[in-house]
């Protein structure tokens, strides 16, 4: 007999023929012969599908009271997968829920356990067992240069003094192997719950590649447990200290040692919640599993591209064919205009605490705050283009500007330039080895500065997040989020941040908004909002997202609670 096939599956019935039709709802294999054995009873649920799409229905648990029953619904009341029998008999007058929706639900929240496991927890766990196998590393370097301080020490003291001197070795020696072994012990610790994680991870798995529902509703999150991370073991390592003044004719052992200078005890301490998530602290607000749409404001641009808010009822919006920059209120009625002073289109506009519009002018290569209806010009650049700007919580000026090499041989540069007024106080452009921070291309950047006082920029030929802290100096960079099999690359159009210190930008291939936390760890997305072509993105005072679509359309979003 062929040893392969063993392997092929046979009918559930005739138990000879090859299976090639499945039923659904009985989980039983079938051969063509054999579908209508199966289907011949009077029961009207068989469900018979192609072995190849086997296990696409849900399955629904049967019903524990009325024999040959499914359940469809769950009773909010009780807690319970019912039938559609128990709905008028042990649950008459309750509430229900359909289960497929309970279901799915919870599939959700076991996909959000996996993803907080993967991306939060499990590299946590990672970090400690690096940083305490990195102890345990450095352990003999450090006890050796100890060691080797107290013997050079010795060395300088006559023979009567050598007792003393072994005595401290052995002591350290002492102290170097219970070190070792309370490391070892924290480090076991922490292995034995970066196993018990790899086993839920598997079991999570299982759960999401089957369809019963039964094993889904049987999941409990460890998630709680695993985030109330051991006792910090932090151990202190002894120190030799010297005395500068000794007698060398002391002849008493216990005396001389005392002179010599003495060691300080190994010590350990265990600290409560000494290992935390940084995510826990950023997250005073809930973000909303589905966003909810406030508002839609139509523009009447062709090609919108930038929106601000004045306040939380009104908005100021730009567009990339038009030199005309108009004012809305929150119901969508224009209030104002204000043009360009070039008639060219403003490459970026924001608003100054005081209500004031500053936007860049591409035509003449300035910057201008319009205040009362009067235009005053602010910084005008000499070879360079200003693209796209915001005003820092000091009122300072942040000005993303392209070198311009229309009309000469320069090199293509970008930097920011802080301006204080009309003053420049810094300018950021490299990062500490001399690279640049941005890339040179004419595509568009954004910036917007965070609550840290970081400056964050959005950009779109890098297809990446720069943030750089106050003084300029590179932190991070986010180039897209890493799945376990690669990397889901990122291409921003807009950038801002919310009173969580938060970073947000659009990507505009997945139409998904990224958020991320002060130290570019990804959070989650923002999707399901139905977006139409995202060019611009803004977070008002109260934490609203306000999204402009390229077909003139303003949507502000409710995405925090």
């Known amino acids: ?69 499914r359940c469809e619904l769950q009773c909010k009341e009780c807690n319970l997968s019912v039938c559609s029998v128990c709905v008028f008999d042990q649950h008459l007058g309750h509430t229900f829920s359909n289960l497929s ?3 799915n639900a919870r599939k959700a929240d076991i996909g959000k356990d996996e993803e907080e496991i993967q991306n939060i927890i499990s590299p946590k766990y990672d970090e400690i067992a690096t940083d305490i196998k990195t102890q345990i590393a ?29 005595r401290m070795k052995n002591e350290l020696e002492e102290m170097g192997i219970a070190h070792l072994d309370i490391l070892n012990r ?52 002894p120190t030799f200290s010297p005395n500068t003044v000794v007698n060398p004719n002391t002849t008493d052992s216990e005396q001389v040692y005392k002179l010599l200078g003495s060691l300080i005890p190994l010590c350990y301490t265990t600290e409560e919640n000494g290992y935390t998530l940084e995510k826990t602290e950023t997250l005073a607000k809930e973000l909303m599993e589905k966003p909810e749409l406030v508002s839609t404001i139509d523009t009447g641009y062709e090609k919108l591209s930038s929106v601000v ?19 809305f209120n929150i119901q969508g009625s224009l209030i104002k205009t204000i043009e360009t002073k070039s008639g060219e289109r403003p490459s970026g506009i924001t608003v100054t605490t005081d209500g004031s519009l500053v936007y860049c002018d591409r035509g003449t290569n300035t910057v201008n705050k ?65 690279q640049p921070l941005y890339s040179s291309g004419p595509l568009n950047k954004y910036i917007s500065e965070n609550r840290n006082l970081d400056i964050c920029v959005a950009d779109l030929r890098a297809g990446a997040v720069v943030v750089v802290n106050q003084s300029g100096k590179l932190r991070f960079r986010y180039t897209g989020r890493f799945s376990l099999r690669k990397r889901i690359p990122l291409i921003p159009r807009g950038i801002a941040t919310n009173s969580q210190s938060q970073i947000l930008t659009l990507d505009r291939d997945t139409l998904f908004i990224h958020i991320l936390d002060q130290n570019g760890q990804f959070l989650r997305y923002i999707d399901n909002c139905n977006l139409n072509n995202p060019v611009g993105l803004y977070v008002d005072k109260s934490d609203s997202m306000y999204v402009a679509e390229m077909n003139g359309s303003v949507k502000k979003f409710k995405y925090l609670q």
Request: glycine letters at 2%.
């Open 1 to 69: 007999m062929d040893p392969c096939a063993q392997d092929v599956i046979r009918c559930d019935l005739c138990e000879t023929a090859i299976v090639q039709m499945y039923c659904d709802f009985c989980h039983v294999n079938l051969c063509i012969t054999c579908i209508g054995k199966h289907v011949s009873d009077d029961y009207d649920k068989h469900i018979v599908v192609p072995i190849q799409n086997r296990k696409s229905t849900l399955i629904y648990p049967r019903c524990t009271t009325h024999d040959r029953k």
């Open 370 to 434: 319009v205040k009362s209806g009067q235009t005053e010009e602010v910084i005008r650049l000499q070879g360079w283009i200003p693209q796209h700007l915001c005003v820092t919580s000091s009122g300072d000026l942040l000005v993303i500007m392209l070198r311009d090499v229309r009309n000469s041989d320069d090199v293509a540069q970008s930097k920011i330039v802080r301006y204080s007024g009309s003053t420049e106080k810094q300018t950021i452009q490299f990062d500490d080895q001399g």
């Open 138 to 166: 450095n352990l003999k370097e450090n006890y050796k240069k100890l060691t080797t301080a107290v013997t050079t020490y010795g060395e300088e003291w006559h023979k009567e003094i050598d007792n003393v001197i072994n």
């Open 101 to 103: 929706k309970v279901h």
């Open 186 to 237: 924290h480090l076991d610790e922490i292995q034995q719950l970066q196993t018990l994680i790899e086993q839920t991870l598997l079991t999570i798995k299982r759960i999401e590649k089957s369809n019963d529902i039964s094993v889904t509703m049987e999941y409990s999150s460890q998630n709680k447990e695993f985030s109330k991370f051991p006792p910090k073991v932090q151990v202190t390592l």
């Open 309 to 327: 808010c004045l306040s939380e009822e009104d908005i100021w919006t730009s567009a990339k064919v038009n030199a005309v920059m108009k004012c």
